[in-house]
């Protein structure tokens, strides 16, 4: 089946420092990735549709200044917490879309912000 | 914010017995998935049924969708230790482009030995 890595799995950082965690489709293109959000005992909110080639998609309440997405190629995604603080904490998992109505997700990253 | 409510929040039951979990959705949808996550971990895609099909099955999963009800049901038969986990819907609806998704709040599965 297809797969979707992220990296890094868990990281833990200083309030106020910015953090980039990655999302690759390692045995298909994809030209749409999405990046969710997921507190815990919580379900998914997807945070915003990245689009190879142009701008992300934000939904609504999501601060396109702290959360920079960048998907500058048909395998990588990227998303940047910028200045993160401690409400940032969370669990991060992006998915690749490879068509026929299905995403792929990634195994998702634990960021603690202390 | 979310489209899918589901129920239960929670259900434990023993090993052999059959689970069934229920997903509710508020607009017209293309298709609606089942998801599994195993606690800390990503989501792995367990079924997909279109919004012109009622009923779908894979191994032990059995879905079913009624459009005039909003609703899904989820039943896993002869349940083992090993399906222990969170389970979401998922919803695609006609008003979003690229499989957008919406996930309900999600089921968490306890079988115990």
């Known amino acids: 089946g297809a797969v979707v890595s992220q990296h890094p799995s868990r990281v833990i950082c200083k309030s106020g420092t910015s953090v980039k965690i990655e999302c690759r489709s390692l045995d298909f293109q994809a030209t749409t990735m999405f990046w969710y959000r997921q507190f815990p005992k919580q379900s998914l909110m997807l945070m915003a549709t990245s689009n190879e080639g142009s701008k992300a998609t934000y939904e609504q309440g999501v601060e396109k200044d702290k959360f920079l997405i960048n998907h500058a190629s048909l395998t990588l995604s990227t998303l940047t917490v910028t200045s993160a603080h401690p409400e940032d904490s969370s669990f991060y998992i992006c998915s690749a879309n490879r068509g026929h109505n299905t995403q792929y997700f990634g195994p998702g990253t634990r960021l603690t912000v202390l | ?113």
């Open chain 2, 1 to 113: 914010s979310q489209q899918g409510e589901e129920d239960p929040q929670a259900l434990s039951i023993q090993e052999g017995e059959n689970a069934t979990m229920n997903c509710s959705y508020k607009t017209s949808i293309n298709n609606l998935q089942w998801y599994r996550q195993n606690s800390g971990r990503g989501l792995v895609h367990l079924i997909l049924i279109r919004s012109n099909e009622r009923e779908k099955h894979s191994g032990r999963l059995r879905v079913t969708l009624d459009t005039s009800k909003k609703s899904s049901s989820l039943l896993i038969t002869a349940s083992r230790a090993a399906d222990t986990a969170s389970y979401f819907c998922a919803t695609e609806t006609p008003e979003t482009s690229g499989s957008r998704l919406t996930f309900g709040e999600g089921t968490q599965l306890t079988v115990n030995p």
